[in-house]
């Protein structure tokens, strides 16, 4: 698989990595051995980075990979995990103090000495312009608790604030077919300041897998149900925010782009994969079959029609209600 560098990190990671947070919670009930599965068939296809967080299923994400790392010593996999959502979302408890024990935690959750990049996990706004919260992430670096840090982010104004930081070495962003912003300023500042983008949500929650219709139902503990609305967090981590009827609409536009011999899924991933600026694609995978089929996409050629259709689809049917937001 073709790989990329990631930033100020410089490492070389491949261009669809994993998301691990249906491996946690969230997403319905997990079973730790297909979380394995996933972990070994993803590693089988090329993939090099996995994406985490210390809240996904309250360290659950973290130890399955601690314990797939551990039973594969030989495997060169970037791990990057987040920090932030354990508390209250208030910037006072953004300190030194707080970010020692959360990295602890994920180190030990990890089964490493050194993460190899920590982000920021979508923080109270102010946080992404305060110098005391990039210099307590230095003194991490300097303390060899992580080798890199970086930001995932709710807006694009925010991206580009932490890019503007000199330690900043990635953002994570949602970007995809239903989520195009990111394409216009974050893009272009992150590739001139050597700042890596890891594209998040790549499927708009699964929407466009193009499986779901208005009759498809999602688990009581699956955040596609308990979180349409925005009640537990960000509205936009949810089908990218989208309204749901609106997007399956979008979606029967979107499947008459894609090319022969692929999927919807794939078509969507290549889609952002070919966007100059963006590092790796991190679409979630709950079975085997879904973490090769991802993978795969790397593979999918994405043509200048195919990508005027994505930007036609989301001008007639998302920019007014997407773009002012995020």
Same mark, same amino acid.
């Given at each position: 698989m073709e790989q990329r560098i990631l930033g100020k990190t410089g490492r070389n990671v491949s261009i669809v990595g994993l998301g691990t947070w249906q %491996?946690?919670?969230?997403?319905?009930?997990?079973?730790?051995?297909?979380?394995?599965? $996933?972990?070994?068939?993803?590693?089988?296809?090329?993939?090099?980075?996995?994406?985490?967080?210390?809240? #996904?299923?309250?360290? @659950?994400?973290?130890?399955?990979i601690g314990k797939f790392l551990a039973d594969n010593p030989g495997l060169d996999i970037t791990v990057a995990t987040k920090m932030g959502r354990r508390v209250d979302q208030q910037p006072e408890n953004y300190t030194l103090a707080?970010?020692?024990?959360? $990295?602890?935690?994920?180190? @030990?959750?990890?089964?490493?000495?050194? %993460?190899?990049?920590?982000?920021?996990?979508?923080?109270?706004?102010? %946080? #992404?312009?305060?110098? =005391?919260? #990039?210099?307590?992430?230095?003194?991490? $670096?300097? =303390?060899?608790?992580?080798?890199? #840090?970086?930001?995932?982010?709710?807006?694009?104004? =925010?991206? %580009?604030?932490a890019i503007r930081h000199p330690g900043t070495a990635s953002v994570q962003i949602i970007l995809n077919a239903f989520r195009l912003k990111p394409l216009d300023e974050v893009l272009p500042a992150a590739k001139a300041a050597n700042v890596g983008i890891i594209a998040r949500v790549p499927l708009a929650s699964g929407l466009l897998s193009g499986k779901y219709t208005k009759e498809t139902t999602f688990a009581e503990n699956d955040h596609r149900n308990y979180n349409r609305n925005g009640g537990s967090f960000d509205v936009g981590e949810t089908f990218s925010g989208v309204d749901y009827e609106l997007g399956l609409k979008a979606v029967a536009e979107f499947e008459q782009l894609v090319p022969a011999g692929a999927t919807t899924a794939q078509a969507a991933i290549a889609w952002i994969a070919a966007q100059d600026g963006v590092t790796t694609v991190i679409p979630g995978a709950r079975n085997v079959d879904q973490a090769a089929a991802n993978a795969a996409a790397a593979s999918v050629a994405v043509s200048e029609e195919f990508d005027a259709g994505v930007r036609w689809i989301y001008d007639h049917y998302f920019r007014e209600a997407i773009h002012p937001r995020w």
């Amino acid at each position: 698989m073709e790989q990329r560098i990631l930033g100020k990190t410089g490492r070389n990671v491949s261009i669809v990595g994993l998301g691990t947070w249906q %491996l946690g919670a969230d997403w319905g009930n997990v079973d730790p051995a297909q979380a394995q599965a $996933v972990l070994a068939a993803s590693a089988e296809a090329g993939v090099n980075f996995f994406d985490t967080a210390d809240v #996904y299923g309250d360290g @659950k994400s973290e130890q399955a990979i601690g314990k797939f790392l551990a039973d594969n010593p030989g495997l060169d996999i970037t791990v990057a995990t987040k920090m932030g959502r354990r508390v209250d979302q208030q910037p006072e408890n953004y300190t030194l103090a707080n970010f020692r024990q959360w $990295v602890d935690r994920s180190r @030990k959750n990890l089964g490493t000495d050194t %993460l190899d990049l920590v982000q920021l996990h979508c923080p109270p706004t102010p %946080l #992404y312009s305060n110098a =005391e919260v #990039y210099d307590a992430l230095d003194t991490l $670096v300097s =303390e060899g608790a992580i080798r890199n #840090y970086g930001v995932s982010v709710e807006r694009t104004d =925010e991206a %580009l604030e932490a890019i503007r930081h000199p330690g900043t070495a990635s953002v994570q962003i949602i970007l995809n077919a239903f989520r195009l912003k990111p394409l216009d300023e974050v893009l272009p500042a992150a590739k001139a300041a050597n700042v890596g983008i890891i594209a998040r949500v790549p499927l708009a929650s699964g929407l466009l897998s193009g499986k779901y219709t208005k009759e498809t139902t999602f688990a009581e503990n699956d955040h596609r149900n308990y979180n349409r609305n925005g009640g537990s967090f960000d509205v936009g981590e949810t089908f990218s925010g989208v309204d749901y009827e609106l997007g399956l609409k979008a979606v029967a536009e979107f499947e008459q782009l894609v090319p022969a011999g692929a999927t919807t899924a794939q078509a969507a991933i290549a889609w952002i994969a070919a966007q100059d600026g963006v590092t790796t694609v991190i679409p979630g995978a709950r079975n085997v079959d879904q973490a090769a089929a991802n993978a795969a996409a790397a593979s999918v050629a994405v043509s200048e029609e195919f990508d005027a259709g994505v930007r036609w689809i989301y001008d007639h049917y998302f920019r007014e209600a997407i773009h002012p937001r995020w």
